[in-house]
């Protein structure tokens, strides 16, 4: 089964009128967060990214909280990669962090995402990684909507899913 049709099955693909987290509306919502509660979807999600990624050396794999973090914990199993898992706000209590996990000096880093709209919260990581002395190598997402201007590796493009639903 293909990862599209996996999507549909999952009901991860919404016709109607949504707000997407960038503010712009949209017809059709592509909600990966909910397709990857199913083992089968994030096992796809992960074999198929590795599969893109195997001509990109990098050393770690970096994502922003809430729907890349199960992409990026599966990717990273699937390449035996680490993680940094980046947080939306640098927390208020204990240790005040920004990040789970670290970053050094010169190591390639590929920015995962669920689905791209904008590229807001990849750019957020690309410019903390960056900040933290990475290199960013690449940015793989399961959906691009292909509405920002970032060069983005995706399993599926939303023009090729409005083509075949």
């Given at each position: 089964m293909s990862l599209l049709?996996?999507?549909?099955?999952?009901?991860a693909?919404?016709?109607?009128?949504?707000?997407?987290?960038?503010?712009?509306?949209?017809r059709v919502y592509i909600d990966v967060k909910?397709?990857?509660?199913?083992?089968?979807?994030?096992?796809?999600?992960?074999?198929?990214?590795a599969e893109k990624l195997r001509n990109v050396e990098f050393d770690r794999i970096a994502c922003i909280e809430l729907g890349g973090v199960p992409i990026a914990v599966a990717l990273s199993l699937k390449t035996g990669k680490e993680l940094v898992i980046f947080r939306k706000k640098r927390k208020e209590?204990?240790?005040?962090?920004?990040?789970?996990?670290?970053?050094?000096?010169?190591?390639r880093v590929v920015v995962v995402e669920d689905v791209i709209t904008t590229g807001k919260s990849a750019r957020s990581v690309i410019e903390r990684v960056e900040e933290l002395?990475?290199?960013?190598?690449?940015?793989?997402?399961?959906?691009?909507?292909?509405?920002?201007?970032?060069?983005?590796?995706?399993l599926l493009k939303l023009s090729e899913?409005?083509?075949n639903t």
């Amino acid at each position: 089964m293909s990862l599209l049709e996996m999507l549909k099955d999952a009901g991860a693909i919404k016709f109607g009128d949504f707000v997407l987290s960038s503010g712009k509306r949209s017809r059709v919502y592509i909600d990966v967060k909910q397709a990857i509660t199913k083992p089968e979807v994030l096992e796809a999600i992960a074999s198929q990214m590795a599969e893109k990624l195997r001509n990109v050396e990098f050393d770690r794999i970096a994502c922003i909280e809430l729907g890349g973090v199960p992409i990026a914990v599966a990717l990273s199993l699937k390449t035996g990669k680490e993680l940094v898992i980046f947080r939306k706000k640098r927390k208020e209590y204990g240790t005040g962090d920004d990040r789970i996990g670290e970053i050094r000096k010169g190591e390639r880093v590929v920015v995962v995402e669920d689905v791209i709209t904008t590229g807001k919260s990849a750019r957020s990581v690309i410019e903390r990684v960056e900040e933290l002395g990475g290199e960013v190598k690449a940015v793989i997402a399961v959906v691009d909507r292909e509405e920002s201007d970032l060069e983005v590796i995706s399993l599926l493009k939303l023009s090729e899913i409005l083509k075949n639903t």
